[in-house]
């Protein structure tokens, strides 16, 4: 199979990743870097196919356009890794780096001559566009991700070595000639092409899988965790207790009078005040701390590491915090607490107790918070 032929196989299968991602872009619009990554291959491809068009009128123009399509589809690719990833993509800037990396090519107008020159430079271009969209991946969870920064390491080596080659221009490595070079590096194109388009593809799969499993343990409207979600991890880490016998407390927060809320300003602004209380309370949870909606206007929170006197402090610090912080309309908070007494303390026992600490401070009057330790000496100075 000559060269021709392989660029023109390398273009058409560009092409096509090109249309599996455009469709999926067009599935799925609001996820981030498959639009880049369809226009990234439809530059890549056109450039590709460009440069099987010579001899055609103007070849320094064509030669020099189809340069620029190859690097700034790689500059383009670079651009939705990083609007994958959460990052700034800064497409003009990234477009802008790859137009000033070609700018040497405007003095190579010998065609032959500055062959060499010419693929020396844009494989250098395009092994650090690929250094940079591995880096980009680097220490992200996920096998895709992970298989794509692989990907993108070894094309950037690929490249190099490419480069490395022209510059010295052998005639034969070892006895294997020039030709069977380029051709061995088109076929590892052809490859890369493949594995790319499987990897992104892949990339996008565990996108969705992840944001289907993160609507099924969150909250919508506050996007906390949900019950779901809470006793998956709330299970996990209380039974990390028979081994580490750290102190576990449990919280139950409760919106004092908000069904008031919802039949004098409507469930709209309901809403609103939830998801303004939610914001104030996490702000002044610590960060291991497991913090859900339980339902309604009820909330939970998990506190591994907690003793008894730290669960009763994050209490008022909580109360405090919305007091300084109010909604509006404005809402007070019942809160009971409970912590584990002794290795036996199960999860669901620990929220009972605190369960049965909220409605003692629904009894007293509201806007407070309550021990499990100073509910049940209550019951038994009464009992008594």
């Avoid at 949870?285 to 939970?300: H, K, Q, T």
Wanted: proline residues 4%.
């Amino acid at each position: 199979m000559d060269q021709k032929t392989l660029v023109l196989v390398l273009s058409l299968l560009i092409a096509l990743n090109a249309a599996i991602l455009l469709l999926l872009h067009r599935l799925h619009r609001q996820m981030a870097g498959p639009s880049d990554w369809a226009m990234g291959a439809t530059c890549i491809a056109a450039g590709a196919f460009l440069d099987l068009l010579n001899p055609i009128p103007f070849p320094e123009v064509a030669i020099l356009l189809a340069n620029w399509l190859v690097v700034a589809g790689y500059a383009l690719l670079l651009v939705g890794m990083r609007d994958f990833c959460e990052q700034a993509p800064r497409p003009m800037l990234m477009l802008g780096i790859a137009t000033a990396c070609l700018l040497p090519l405007l003095g190579m107008r010998d065609i032959e001559a500055d062959h060499a020159a010419r693929s020396v430079l844009v494989s250098a271009i395009m092994g650090s566009f690929s250094v940079a969209i591995a880096a980009t991946l680097e220490g992200r969870d996920g096998a895709a991700q992970r298989i794509t920064a692989g990907v993108f390491s070894i094309n950037a080596v690929v490249h190099f070595l490419y480069g490395a080659w022209v510059l010295t221009m052998p005639t034969e490595i070892e006895g294997i000639d020039a030709a069977t070079v380029i051709d061995l590096f088109l076929l590892w194109t052809i490859g890369l092409t493949f594995a790319t388009g499987a990897a992104l593809t892949m990339m996008i799969s565990e996108s969705l899988r992840d944001e289907l499993m993160r609507q099924a343990s969150h909250d919508p409207l506050t996007d906390l965790l949900n019950r779901r979600g809470f006793d998956l991890i709330a299970d996990k880490l209380f039974a990390t207790r028979s081994r580490d016998m750290h102190p576990f407390s449990v919280m139950m927060i409760d919106l004092d009078h908000f069904k008031r809320v919802n039949d004098t300003h409507g469930h709209e602004i309901g809403d609103r005040v939830l998801v303004h209380v939610s914001r104030t309370l996490a702000n002044h949870l610590r960060s291991e701390d497991v913090f859900a909606r339980w339902g309604g206007e009820e909330f939970v929170v998990l506190m591994p590491n907690c003793a008894p006197n730290q669960a009763r402090e994050a209490a008022q610090r909580l109360r405090a915090a919305l007091a300084l912080h109010p909604s509006d309309p404005r809402v007070t908070l019942s809160i009971g607490t409970a912590s584990s007494d002794g290795e036996h303390s199960t999860l669901t026992e620990l929220q009972r107790r605190a369960d049965a600490a909220l409605y003692q401070a629904k009894r007293q009057g509201r806007d407070r918070a309550v021990d499990a330790s100073e509910h049940a000496s209550t019951n038994l100075a009464v009992n008594s």
